[in-house]
């Protein structure tokens, strides 16, 4: 099992849509977990940290389940500057609990 | 906050030379990482970088191949040591920011073609 799997997408939506996007992880000791953005040919930047209680930033909204090791991202009314990847991270543990560890993203375009 | 430059930004190298690439930081660092992309496939950690001492590689990556240095808190070399196409990438510098809980900023890249 890969350390951290997203939807394989890519997502093709129209503007206004709500999407959700789904991550698991397979380090049941992780600590943090993480929704970091990617636009094309650009760095990734960190669009919201996920909190057990669930946590909500504007459009988007991030929960974690830990019992089932599963994170989600929904965004609501979307926007065309909502295309982009979409990286799900976590965070190691012990001596690796500084490191981050990507998902391999999911895509999301949205169409006008 | 923290801006991260980097450079090249892109380059094009033929097999068996060298690249460095180098990365700034202008804000206060407790770590600095170094990532590799290859297309379509997620960050991939190659090593953290260590003020004054050795890196520390990740499995599958070693320091003959990518030397790092860290001379400071703020800045990190990484060189690519004969060079194949497989090692066609992007290479991302990364920080953590001191009294920062977990967010990593990144540079913007350098994209490395191997011919």
């Known amino acids: 099992r890969k350390e951290v799997e997203q939807d394989p997408g890519p997502f093709n939506v129209p503007e206004g849509a709500t999407v959700a996007f789904n991550c698991t992880y397979s380090?049941?000791?992780?600590?943090?977990f993480f929704w970091y953005r990617q636009d094309c040919r650009k760095e990734p930047k960190l669009l919201m940290s996920v909190y057990s209680s669930g946590n909500e930033d504007g459009r988007f909204t991030a929960q974690l389940n830990r019992a089932s090791q599963y994170i989600s991202l929904l965004i609501r009314d979307s926007k065309l500057s909502d295309s982009a990847t979409y990286l799900c991270v976590v965070t190691g543990t012990g001596a690796g609990s500084y490191q981050l560890t990507f998902g391999k993203g999911t895509k999301l375009s949205v169409i006008p | 906050s923290a801006v991260i430059s980097q450079k090249p930004s892109r380059d094009i190298c033929q097999r068996g030379t060298s690249l460095t690439i180098q990365c700034q930081v202008d804000?206060?660092?407790?770590?600095m990482f170094w990532y590799r992309q290859q297309p379509g496939q997620s960050l991939t950690l190659i090593a953290t970088a260590n003020q004054g001492s050795e890196a520390t590689y990740e499995s599958g990556f070693v320091i003959d191949k990518f030397p790092i240095s860290r001379p400071n808190l703020t800045f990190s070399t990484l060189t690519v040591s004969n060079m194949s196409p497989e090692d066609s990438s992007i290479y991302l510098c990364s920080a953590r920011l001191a009294g920062n809980t977990g967010e990593l900023f990144f540079g913007e890249g350098s994209r490395l073609t191997v011919l």
């Open positions: 804000s206060q660092v407790t770590m």
């Open positions: 380090n049941s000791a992780s600590q943090s």
